[in-house]
């Protein structure tokens, strides 16, 4: 069984699409490839799909991941082109590698999120964004399915701050950019959640909905302060490829490689 980690995204109007819209989408996408998908057993087969924290319905992303067990071994790349071809625009496969590592869902402990708050000026964020930082707590509500729950959207908060946004056009509305660095954490902080203690702290309520979009997610770096890129290691592990007397590189299929 091989098994294949896919970097994905929600674009544009998919960032709408639900976790389950997703998952239908995908498998779709998988059957009109004819992806030799690996099954689990029991009375209702399903493919062996491993998703790993999903960005909440309503935000775009450019880094989600998922896992993928297939019978037979397939190239990453021409894997990725096909599944491209069967999926609609916006949900767009970005990265594939094989896993040669254990503990995908170990490695994504942070994410980097962008938040535009139109009608929002940057004086009045950075004002905020300053608050929020000085904050030792910030304590915020969510409604949850056992009702409302409190907890500190500060704590996981590794940077916030607001980017120098020029109007791309004279006469543009404001429109102010934050950077948000979050550690993964239970119960999870979500950007809605620290726009709650931008409200909280300094009464910051943008008048229109902020474009959310996830950036990156992967491994904390506690040093240089980054987010890693969680499929380095398969990278790393991957044998290199032989050589000819010249010294020159030859690249060679996987053992049992098919056409997809």
């Known amino acids: 069984m091989q098994r294949i980690r896919l970097r994905y995204t929600k674009r544009g109007r998919l960032r709408f699409t639900s976790h389950r819209d997703f998952q239908r989408a995908f ?12 099954y689990s057993a029991g009375f209702t087969p399903h493919p062996k799909v491993s998703y790993a924290n999903a960005a909440p319905t309503g935000t775009g992303s450019e880094a989600e991941f998922l896992e993928i067990a297939l019978t ?7 894997l990725r082109e096909l599944l491209n071809d069967s999926l609609p625009d916006g949900l767009d496969i970005t990265d594939a590698v094989e896993a040669r590592t254990s503990g995908l869902a170990d490695r994504l402990t942070a994410s980097i999120w962008e938040m535009r708050l139109n009608g929002v000026a940057v004086e009045d964020a950075e004002k905020a964004v300053a608050a929020f930082n000085a904050a030792p707590s910030v304590e915020v509500e969510r409604r949850t399915k056992n009702g409302m729950r409190s907890f500190d959207a500060r ?10 946004h020029q109007p791309d056009r004279p006469g543009d509305k404001a429109c102010a950019i934050l950077r948000l660095v979050v550690r993964h954490v239970t119960p999870a902080v979500r950007p809605d959640d620290v726009l709650s ?3 909280v702290v300094a009464d910051l309520a943008p008048p229109v909905p902020a474009a959310v979009t996830r950036l990156a997610q992967g491994l904390f770096d506690e040093e240089s302060g980054t987010v890693t890129d969680p499929l380095a290691p398969d990278r790393e592990a991957a ?10 590189a030859v690249a060679t299929a996987p053992e049992g490689a098919g056409s997809a």
């Open 27 to 38: 498998e779709r996408a998988l059957r009109r490839s004819e992806v030799p998908m690996a």
């Open 239 to 248: 044998p290199a490829a032989p050589t000819t007397a010249t010294g020159t």
């Open 155 to 164: 704590a996981a908060v590794v940077d916030l701050q607001t980017l120098d």
């Open 72 to 78: 037979e071994a397939r190239d990453p790349g021409t």
């Open 197 to 199: 203690g931008l409200r």
